[in-house]
């Protein structure tokens, strides 16, 4: 890494946590933004020819606070009273369980169920990731323009609709982490449908997940949730480089090379999977389950050797605690490799309400095209296809398709 | 005397942006001109900052919130609450409790405090 790159992540992974101490101070995301990206340009102009000081989150929020003093003493619409309760905070960094506290305030109030999932998205990855409006903006496939408009409307609510910048009560906690899961879980599954595509920023957006599940793990370390997804993202990611061909083609499982995968991000995943079942072992957490399964798969020399009653297992697990169609369709292709093509389609036919869900077409294709129900497989197949699917994806059940003859 | 509520629809605007103050002169001298009449009445923060709230599976359900004002056509306005909370959190919770929430709707929208 050159030194100015360092001196960016660190600059980066810094103003985060100096940002969520200035929306404390001030009480105005807007604000603390404004005062943080200030002190960061700073930064990012002196750190290299000057090296970086000796604490350097101490130096960013001194400065952050000093700016957001002089912001608020130049508008002219702030009381005197709030300027002057500014100026009364001393700018002295705040000891690491503040900064901490911050944080998780700030992560809490960007992932706040009175907004929409669209904004939760996107100020994750702006306030929380820290990616310019730009950058975001490309990551999610919208204008600029949109994403200006998207951000400044949902800083709007939080701050006229006085959404409480504050961590939730233990009893209000595991919902609430679960909606902030299931937001950095959506910007992940946002890359992932990328792929290893020409859209990089667009792709990058699992890296993006990861970070913010790191930033879970850290503030929450003992919450299953935030260890299985961590975990859960982990093991997903780690076959990336084996998902797709030279030519951009859409690659199986069960004909990926192993040797492709990402040997030290499934190990750090299947040693999180542990820690989190060891967490709740008598009702493990869902993102765990999910994580656990992946770590069969990831675990397996190859796809022939993959411990089917150990993933058919977890899949019953997970729906005694989440029972859904996709996860029943999940279990009974895990079934169908067990047991066979006719068992797996007997509990495919069972499962009601995925009509419109391609990929349940696209699995009872292959099921029967396996038991060479030739008629029924092509009928499957483009009935999935008229569904909507990824280019990557419609190619490929195309391809299986022609493989019917 | 009997009451009548006045509902106001115009322009989805933010009052409290300097740009209106022209246009508040004229809410104002509504305001002086109806004093007698007039037993409450508040603006409204613009639509961006509405949330909806629902509960699934009658009283005591499940308490679902979703960002926006309340955009069907199914349910009519039948009342309204003014609520003094110490957050939208608890706007949220109180307003779950509303019988209109468990079969019906309630959009919870801020009230502006020109006082500040």
């Known amino acids: 890494m050159e030194a100015g790159d360092a001196v960016a992540q660190l600059v980066r992974d810094e103003g985060t946590r100096v940002l969520a101490t200035l929306v404390r101070v001030t009480g105005s995301i807007g604000l603390a933004e404004d005062a943080t990206q200030d002190a ?56 690491p369980e503040v900064v901490r506290d911050d944080l998780l305030r700030l992560v809490f109030t960007c992932c706040h169920p009175t907004l929409s999932t669209e904004a939760q998205v996107a100020l994750s990855l702006r306030t929380l990731g820290g990616l310019s409006t730009a950058e975001v903006a490309r990551g999610l496939l919208i204008s600029e323009a949109t994403m200006t408009r998207r951000l400044s409307r949902a800083k709007q609510k939080i701050a006229q609709a006085k959404i409480p910048y504050r961590v939730p009560s233990d009893d209000e906690l595991p919902d609430r982490l679960a909606g902030v899961a299931a937001t950095v879980y959506l910007v992940f599954n946002e890359g992932y449908a ?28 003992d919450e299953p949730t935030a260890i299985g997804l961590l975990a859960l993202l982990l093991l997903q990611n780690s076959r990336s480089a084996a998902r797709v061909d030279a030519t951009e083609r859409l690659v199986l499982l069960a004909d990926q090379d192993r040797s492709l995968w990402d040997a030290r991000a499934i190990q750090e995943g299947v040693t999180l999977v542990g820690t989190g079942l060891r967490r709740t072992p008598d009702q493990p957490n ?56 006719a068992a797996g389609l007997a509990l495919v036919d069972r499962i009601d309400g995925l009509a419109a869900y391609p990929w349940w077409h696209a699995t009872r294709a292959e099921l029967l095209h396996r038991l060479d129900r030739t008629t029924d497989a092509r009928a499957s197949y483009e009935e999935a296809l008229g569904l909507g699917l990824s280019e990557p994806q419609a190619d490929h059940l195309r391809r299986r398709l022609a493989a019917l003859g | 005397m009997p009451k009548y509520l006045a509902l106001t629809f115009t322009a989805d605007v933010d009052w409290t942006d300097p740009q209106y103050a022209d246009q508040m002169k004229d809410w104002m001298e509504f305001g002086e001109a109806a004093e007698s009449v007039i037993r409450g009445g508040d603006a409204l923060y613009p639509t961006a900052t509405a949330t909806t709230v629902r509960v699934t599976g009658g009283k005591s359900g499940d308490v679902v919130t979703s960002d926006g004002p309340y955009a069907e056509t199914k349910e009519a306005l039948t009342g309204y609450y003014v609520l003094e909370c110490a957050d939208l959190d608890e706007a949220v919770k109180v307003a779950s409790m509303i019988p209109a929430a468990w079969d019906g709707a309630v959009e919870v929208r801020p009230v502006i405090d020109f006082g500040s």
């Not at chain 1, 957001?68 to 100026?87: C, G, H, N, P, T």
């Not at chain 1, 792929?195 to 850290?218: F, H, M, N, Q, S």
């Not at chain 1, 999940?330 to 047991?339: F, I, K, L």
């Open chain 1, 194 to 221: 990328a792929g290893t595509g020409p859209d990089l920023v667009r792709a990058a957006l699992t890296a993006e997940a990861i970070r913010l599940a790191r930033l879970l793990v850290e503030l929450m370390p």
């Open chain 1, 286 to 341: 869902v993102y765990v389950v999910q994580a656990a399964i992946a770590a069969c798969h990831a675990l397996a020399p190859s796809y022939d050797a993959t411990d089917w009653d150990a993933i058919i297992s977890w899949y019953d697990v997970l729906l005694r605690r989440h029972d859904t169609g996709v996860i029943r369709l999940n279990r009974a292709a895990a079934v169908a490799e067990r047991d066979g093509p």
């Open chain 1, 40 to 95: 960061v340009v700073r930064a990012l102009e002196t750190w290299p020819r000057d090296g970086i000081p000796r604490n350097p989150r101490g130096w960013l929020t001194v400065t952050a606070k000093r700016r957001a003093i002089d912001l608020i003493r130049r508008e002219s619409r702030r009381s005197e009273k709030e300027a002057e309760a500014m100026s009364s905070f001393e700018p002295v960094p705040d000891p």
